[in-house]
């Protein structure tokens, strides 16, 4: 078996304190071969920018995945450039800058290798590229090099989430989804050996509105005016899943939620 974290969004400053101190703890209490996190809102909650990819992965985190706002700061395009193993969804139509999947050796048994791809939801989200049609051309691809395949899903609607679950159920090792930046419980082995989950949860503070100041959100919804919105600070916990899988066949045999408190 390998075993694999992977973590929710990482949000603004306190998401990333959480995971530069409790990830090298998991990876040594759970004997890790990989790990990989959300975080397109690293950067104060909207982006992420080159040197706080860099510090995700000093931090222990090996393939940092995104989602719909990893072109918030301007600055990151170029940086995809040099840096493989952070991701934008596949699906997105521009083609230029980034890549949607990546294939990577475990950090404690390099000979075997891991493909992570990540795509984006359309229910709720922006126009792009169907994720279905995207996703199997990937996989196929990574297939020639592993049967390992780890898939993150951020999106919006469960019932797209679940919906690409059981439409991959069998060709892939785990799907898990993000975006919400809430963690739900039906963590489960689909029937062809697919490990699942609808959303990982976030890394960041639970005392929030998806990590942001409560008062400001609040704002917004009462007034529906413009409002500049602060990252929380109170009570910051790590959300995940912890995934074990085989390493010859891709066969995901167990899947456990995350949560940590830092």
Not at 135 to 157: G, K, R, W
Not at 192 to 197: K, L, Q, R, S
């Amino acid at each position: 078996m390998i075993r694999i974290a992977i973590i929710g969004d990482i949000v603004g400053r306190p998401g990333r304190r959480a995971l530069k101190e409790l990830v090298p703890g998991l990876v040594k209490d759970h004997r890790l071969d990989m790990v990989i996190a959300n975080g397109e809102n690293a950067a104060g909650g909207f982006g992420i920018t080159a040197d706080i990819a860099e510090e995700l992965l000093q931090s222990g985190v090996d393939v940092i995945t995104s989602g719909n706002h990893i072109w918030d700061r301007k600055e990151i395009e170029q940086y995809f450039d040099t840096q493989p193993r952070l991701l934008r969804p596949a699906n997105f139509p521009i083609q230029d800058y980034g890549h949607g999947h990546v294939v990577v050796s475990c950090r404690t048994a390099p000979a075997v290798q891991v493909g992570v791809i990540n795509i984006s939801g359309r229910v709720f989200m922006g126009s792009l590229d169907c994720p279905f049609q995207t996703v199997v051309p990937l996989i196929d691809q990574i297939h020639e090099q592993t049967n390992i395949v780890i898939v993150d899903f951020h999106a919006e609607a469960t019932s797209e989430k679940m919906a690409m679950g059981w439409y991959l159920d069998g060709r892939i090792s785990c799907l898990v989804g993000t975006h919400t930046h809430v963690q739900t419980a039906d963590e489960q082995i689909l029937p062809g050996g697919t490990a699942y989950i609808s959303d990982l949860g976030m890394t960041g503070a639970m005392d929030s509105v998806i990590g942001m100041k409560p008062d400001r959100v609040i704002a917004k919804f009462l007034t529906s005016m413009p409002q500049r919105y602060e990252v929380a600070t109170n009570n910051v916990q790590l959300h995940g899943v912890l995934l074990e899988v085989e390493k010859k066949t891709g066969t995901a045999r167990r899947i456990e939620r995350l949560k940590i408190k830092l």
